[in-house]
Structures are given as structure tokens and as C-alpha cells.
T-cell receptor
Framework: GEDVEQSLFLSVREGDSSVINCTYTDSSSTYLYWYKQEPGAGLQLLTYIFSNMDMKQDQRLTVLLNKKDKHLSLRIADTQTGDSAIYFCAESIPGRGYQKVTFGTGTKLQVIP | GAVVSQHPSRVICKSGTSVKIECRSLDFQATTMFWYRQFPKQSLMLMATSNEGSKATYEQGVEKDKFLINHASLTLSTLTVTSAHPEDSSFYIC??????????FGQGTRLTVV
């Protein structure tokens, strides 16, 4: 079955890098995603990575995927106060004719000025 | 990126009434849409997977007669909370799968049952 886990909380100083980690159990994942949720808002897709890729970089965001260890990470360079939010990783798993997206527990990122 | 519109963003209803939430993919066709429920300070719980033209697939523990899902077209899925009770108060979020299997989310609906 699918199970996606994240640490609950991360605190960093403004300007430092943040690394949010995620582990998953289903090796048949096709896509892995990172979403950002600001207070009272929906989810914003930040980036995603194909399961056959090791790394993807998009401006300040770097996604690393270790498929052997089923470990996904999101690095935010030069973290800003506006990056404070809850970050969810998610995996997309093939189902019966469709893809099923399952979310992690979310990591609350606090950026200290 | 692709846009998914969810409506309404907030709704307050009386106990015992039904509420319909709409999820539309505005600039792409989505054969698959998902409905999630999020409790305060918790992650999203997948309620059901909605496939256009067929019956929705509900997750274990989700009452299909209470949470009616209709995916009548490639751009619209609706979730109807029937005979709502205060314990149904929650944040409901839909998402739609794009062609490349990217999952795009609506902004969510805050349902309060009084």
C-alpha cells in the first residue's frame, strides 16, 4: 500500500537553505510532487519529478529523488519569509486505468527573519 | 500552469441540508479528478477518485451515499454532501489530472455546517 511520510516541522533563518524530506513506500510511483499550502489556501504545485529522474532544478528549488531508498527531498535556496507555509510531498501511483495521488503528512516551514 | 476552479470557496449551511461543490478544469480536459478532505492542521485525505463517464471510486471509510460525486464531463466534477451534519465541516479540495499526469488543485471549499 501507499504511505508517504514527512517530518512535521522545520525552522530556518532567512537566507539559509531549507531541505524538506519525504519518504514513500510504493515503488510503482510514476510522478512525485511538491505542493505548497499557505494558511487558509488551497495547494500550489511547486514542482514535480518523473520517477526515472534523479534531480530536477527550477530556480530556487531543487528536487532530489533516491528511488532505491524511496526518498524525495525539496531544497529551497535563499529561503525567504514568503516561503513560510506547509509543504506536502505526494506520489502518483498507477491505479485501474488512472493515477492515484497520495499525500504526505505535510511539513510546516517556519522562516525566521 | 493549468487552472482548476473550485466553487464555492466558502459555504455555510444548516444541518440536514445538502451542499454541492463544483470543480472545473478551465484550460484542459481531465478524465480523472480527485476529491480530498483536509481536517485542521492535518494532511489531505483522499475521499474518492472521479472518472469521467463512470462511477467514482471511493476510499475505504467514505460513505458513497453521503458524498455523491458526479463527473459528467471532461471539465467538471461535482461533490454533493448530502444531509450535512456539523462533523462534515471541513476543507474540501479537488484536483484534476492533466495529460502529463500532473495533478492541479482547486483553491478548496471551506464548508461549515451549523
Amino acid at each position: 500500500g501507499e504511505d508517504v511520510e514527512q517530518s512535521l516541522f522545520l525552522s530556518v533563518r532567512e537566507g539559509d537553505s531549507s531541505v524538506i524530506n519525504c519518504t514513500y513506500t510504493d515503488s510503482s510511483s510514476t510522478y512525485l510532487y511538491w505542493y505548497k499550502q499557505e494558511p487558509g489556501a488551497g495547494l500550489q504545485l511547486l514542482t514535480y519529478i518523473f520517477s526515472n529522474m534523479d534531480m530536477k532544478q527550477d530556480q530556487r528549488l531543487t528536487v532530489l529523488l533516491n528511488k532505491k531508498d524511496k526518498h524525495l527531498s525539496l531544497r529551497i535556496a535563499d529561503t525567504q519569509t514568503g516561503d513560510s507555509a506547509i509543504y506536502f510531498c505526494a506520489e502518483s501511483i498507477p491505479g485501474r486505468g488512472y493515477q492515484k495521488v497520495t499525500f504526505g503528512t505535510g511539513t510546516k516551514l517556519q522562516v525566521i527573519p | 500552469g493549468a487552472v482548476v476552479s473550485q466553487h464555492p470557496s466558502r459555504v455555510i449551511c444548516k444541518s440536514g441540508t445538502s451542499v454541492k461543490i463544483e470543480c472545473r478544469s478551465l484550460d484542459f480536459q481531465a478524465t480523472t479528478m480527485f476529491w480530498y478532505r483536509q481536517f485542521p492542521k492535518q494532511s489531505l485525505m483522499l475521499m474518492a477518485t472521479s472518472n469521467e463517464g463512470s462511477k467514482a471510486t471511493y476510499e475505504q471509510g467514505v460513505e458513497k451515499d453521503k458524498f455523491l460525486i458526479n463527473h459528467a464531463s471532461l471539465t467538471l466534477s461535482t461533490l454533493t454532501v448530502t444531509s450535512a451534519h456539523p462533523e462534515d465541516s471541513s476543507f474540501y479540495i479537488c484536483s484534476a489530472l492533466g495529460q502529463g499526469y500532473e495533478a492541479f488543485f482547486g483553491q478548496g471549499t471551506r464548508l461549515t455546517v451549523v
